[in-house]
């Protein structure tokens, strides 16, 4: 199971904690807003009245036994500064940063944040989903039942082509590009044989994405 802690709580950062819980994941959500973190406490797995910025408290809830760190403070350029230099510099592996606009961005990014996302240009559920997935590169959802994923080719496919894995009748879903050796290979021929380094973009529903993940 991979954990997460996630230091804000306000529209996005609740949301992408909840998201996060909801697809198995271990949560510590965190805010100084007492009422945001009752509001919360319930879906997720644990939930704390905590400064971010305070590098002693965060090593005391043990931070940095955590895979990653979503800062999701709000237009708070400096406290997102602070939580995010103090997640790195107690080990965090990997710190994901909500930035307001692009000056904010190239900021956490100097800092050494693996991730900088603008919450009106990424959605919380997609930011969630993919970050749960090891093994998923992206998620794009259409509508609360189906979506679109991109994940490496399973090691069980290199060699064998569309035709031999039967993989619409098989898993339920549809293969609607490949990237290859840097070229993308829009609705491949049944005969398309998978190698190493194949990307692929599948379109199918929760049930049938989350089976091909597992691959």
């Not at 940063?97 to 961005?105: F, N, Q, T, V």
């Not at 070229?183 to 044989?193: E, L, Q, R």
Request: charged content about 25%; aromatic content about 6%; overall charge negative.
């Amino acid at each position: 199971m991979k954990s997460y802690v996630v230091v804000g709580l306000g529209r996005f950062g609740s949301e992408v904690a909840r998201q996060l819980y909801a697809n198995g994941c271990e949560v510590l959500a965190m805010d100084l807003q007492s009422d945001l973190v009752q509001a919360i406490a319930n879906d997720v797995t644990h939930a704390v009245v905590s400064d971010g910025q305070d590098k002693e408290v965060l090593k005391a809830l043990g931070v940095r036994e955590f895979d990653c760190a979503v800062i999701a403070i709000g237009d708070d350029l400096s406290a997102s500064v602070l939580a995010t230099m103090n997640m790195k510099e107690l080990g965090v592996p990997y710190v994901v940063c909500k930035a307001h606009d692009d000056l904010h961005r190239r900021v956490l990014e100097k800092l050494g944040a693996n991730r900088v996302v603008i919450p009106e240009k990424e959605n919380a559920a997609r930011l969630a989903k993919s970050l749960s997935s090891p093994n998923v590169l992206d998620y794009i959802e259409l509508s609360e039942d189906y979506g679109i994923v991109e994940i490496p080719a399973p090691k069980s496919w290199f060699g064998k082509s569309l035709k031999e894995l039967n993989v619409r009748a098989r898993l339920g879903v549809n293969i609607i590009a490949i990237r290859a050796g840097g070229k993308i290979n829009v609705s491949p021929g049944a005969d398309f044989a998978f190698h190493e380094g194949d990307i692929l973009v599948v379109l199918g529903d929760s049930l049938a994405l989350e089976s091909v993940q597992k691959l």
